[in-house]
């Protein structure tokens, strides 16, 4: 049997655990096939085979060993069709999509059009449904944590505001978890939007009481003024996303303008994204690649595995897209005992 794996969208700790696990987890009769590139490699026919040997330890390594990419195989029917050709030529039995959104909505429309699919479920956003959460999310927190961690003591020490800018386009889970991991004073998710009025009231009151203040939002969040959220508007994807990127900035110039503080913005972007994975997220990957193989050898395919109260367990692909999981009011109600 032959098997093909591939990583799509934007890479995160924990992508090498996965690969690990499916191959050391594979029976001697399954040859694994890494795609290269994402989707993108089952378009150009990049490929290696991946033995024991070639993922020796990478579960310690960040990003993904295959590479990854944004490439949309349903963009139009060419590329569609090119899939569909190497998937023949390559003579693959199976195929293993590692992503998020959008390489699970791929990988649901080939399982649609009859091919065997198993979906892994990766985001440091966390927003997948279905599954309590995604590898390579538990990193990013920890990295915001870390980072907002060491803001507070700059931002007391100027007597300055501090707008902090984390990852999180539609969810803000990352903000949420690292901000109230650290303290941050004020926590701005795209699933509550404020009012700029709102904000500076937020400024007003802890300056009075502190004298500093750390504010986390997500690159996704937008004051309900704005009709728009912040980013490049120029840059859109394959699967027809906007680079996000610069709330932080704007934010911190509104907040100035208004109250005359001492502001800064600091953007965490991709260092959420890069590096080794916490412990969580490699034996959480270890745990999806290994089920993602039992799978397969069961023949129970287009399913999604996925971590369900700390059982691994599966559900049908479309479950995984089916909604955004986005931070629930009752949690937001929780963090909010904390601003100010
Ligand atoms: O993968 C999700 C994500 O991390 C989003 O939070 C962010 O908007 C996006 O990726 C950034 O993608 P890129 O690496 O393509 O700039």
Known sequence: MRVGILTGGGDCPGLNAVIRGIVKSASDDIEILGIKHGWQGLVTAEYRTLTDDDVEGIHIIGGTILGTSRTNPFSNDKLRQKVEDNIKALELDALIGI??????????????????????????????????????????????????????????????????????????????????????????????????????????????????????????FKPTELENVVGDKNEIDAFGHIRLGGIAHYLAEVIKDKTQYDTRSVVLGHLLRGGTPTAFDRILGTRFGVHAMELVIRK???????????????????YGIATKKLVPYEYYRLAQIFFG
């Open 99 to 220: 992503g998020g959104d959008d390489t699970l909505t791929v990988a649901a429309k080939l399982s649609s059009l009859g091919y065997r699919v198993i979906g892994v479920p990766k985001t440091i956003d966390n927003d997948v449904s279905n599954t309590d959460y995604t590898f390579g999310y538990h990193t990013a927190v920890n990295v915001g944590a870390d980072a907002i961690d060491r803001l507070h003591s700059t931002a007391r020490s100027h007597r300055r505001i501090v707008v902090v800018e984390l990852m999180g386009r539609d969810a803000g889970w990352i903000t949420l978890e690292a901000g109230l991991a650290a303290g941050a004073h004020l926590i701005l998710i795209p699933e509550f939007p404020m009012t700029i009025s709102e904000i500076v009231d937020y400024v007003h009151k802890r300056m009075k009481k502190h004298g500093y203040m750390v504010i986390a939002l997500a690159e996704g």
């Open 300 to 318: 129970d395919f287009g399913r999604m595995v996925a971590l369900k109260g700390g059982d691994i367990v599966s559900v049908p692909i479309e």
